[in-house]
Nanobody, 120 residues
Framework: VQLQTSGGGLVQVGGSLTLSCSAS????????IGWYRQAAGKQRELVAA?????????YSDSVKGRFTISRDNGKKNTVYLQMNNLNPEDTAVYYC?????????????WGQGTQVTVSS
């Protein structure tokens, strides 16, 4: 499955961005989705995840209350990550990936990701 991420950019501290993750094919809607990020020199980390139905979401402590994950399983076939009150520690390349279940591990190949840079 080919995943496409978009929406990254340069934003000032306290600003907001919305990332999008889309994919072709019916498989997308049958999977949980995770948003990950990888800052320079650090390991990739899971920041948010959403169940296949969209009813359940999980967040890392570092983004809880600031980020919101949602999905449109209809025509848009897209998962979103709304990021508010951004700070420099949020600077990273953001990726999405498929999970067979919420809490599972990513199973698809990683796409290019989208760069988010927060300037102070």
């Amino acid at each position: 499955v080919q995943l496409q991420t978009s929406g990254g950019g340069l934003v000032q501290v306290g600003g907001s961005l919305t990332l999008s993750c889309s994919a072709s094919g019916i498989i997308f809607s049958g999977n949980a989705i995770g948003w990950y990020r990888q800052a320079a020199g650090k390991q990739r980390e899971l920041v948010a995840a959403i169940s296949a139905s969209g009813d359940t979401t999980n967040y890392s402590d570092s983004v809880k209350g600031r980020f919101t994950i949602s999905r449109d399983n209809g025509k848009k076939n897209t998962v979103y990550l709304q990021m508010n009150n951004l700070n420099p520690e949020d600077t990273a390349v953001y990726y999405c990936n498929l999970h067979r279940r919420l809490g599972g591990t990513p199973w698809n190949s990683w796409g290019q990701g989208t760069q988010v840079t927060v300037s102070s």
